[in-house]
Structure formats: C-alpha cells, structure tokens
Nanobody, 120 residues
Framework: QVQLVESGGGLVQPGGSLRLSCAASGSIVGINDMSWYRQVPGKQRELVAT???????NYADPVKGRFTISRDSAKNTVYLQMNNLKPEDTAVYFC??????????????WGQGTQVTVSS
C-alpha cells in the first residue's frame, strides 16, 4: 500500500507564494510520473503540472512562468512552488503519482488534496 501525504496549502495574499509538498510512502520500487492537479467546486479537475521520471516537466498554460514542479527522488517527494499567486489559483490541489510497486507493475495513487486560497 502507498500513501501520498500533502502539505503546504493555506491562505495567501495575491502575489504571494506557497510551496506544496507531496510525500509518497509505503512499498515503493520507484515513482514514474508525478503530477499536480487542482479542482474548483463545480468544475472538472485539471492538470496543473507534471514531472516525469526522466526529468521533463509540463505546465498548464495558466501557471506557466509562475509555478515550478520539482522532485526529490531520495524522499519520494514532489513539490509545487507557486509564485505570484492569483485569486484564480484558488482550488483544492491534488497530488497524483504513478508508483512502481514491483518490477513491471505500477499503480496510480492520489493524495487527499490540500486547499489553496488566494484572497485579499
């Protein structure tokens, strides 16, 4: 069993910064892609950023230039550095990981979500 534990959410003023963390624990051989999603009530969950196992990154257009995804493989942790936050960034942020549990087998795991609120 694998668990994803998120932290770093909270209330911040527009223009401020937050860093989200997502730590995977359990029976893990390795972690492939790790992603951050976000969801606003009444809307579909959307992909924010992805970090692949080979080091490439991808960002949704609304966060390009402001958010940075990174990972610490030794800690099985992915981060989302969010700068110049805007009210429209307000959402519940979810971590998703493609986790290798045994050789040749992987499963998708989701974190429980962490609230980010950007408001004056």
């Amino acid at each position: 069993q694998v668990q994803l534990v998120e932290s770093g959410g909270g209330l911040v003023q527009p223009g401020g910064s937050l860093r989200l963390s997502c730590a995977a624990s359990g029976s893990i051989v390795g972690i492939n892609d790790m992603s951050w999603y976000r969801q606003v009530p009444g809307k579909q969950r959307e992909l924010v950023a992805t970090s692949t196992s080979v080091g490439s990154t991808n960002y949704a257009d609304p966060v390009k230039g402001r958010f940075t995804i990174s990972r610490d493989s030794a800690k099985n942790t992915v981060y989302l550095q969010m700068n110049n936050l805007k009210p429209e960034d307000t959402a519940v942020y979810f971590c998703k990981a493609d986790v290798g549990i045994t050789f040749g087998r992987s499963r998708i795991y989701w974190g429980q979500g962490t609230q980010v609120t950007v408001s004056s």
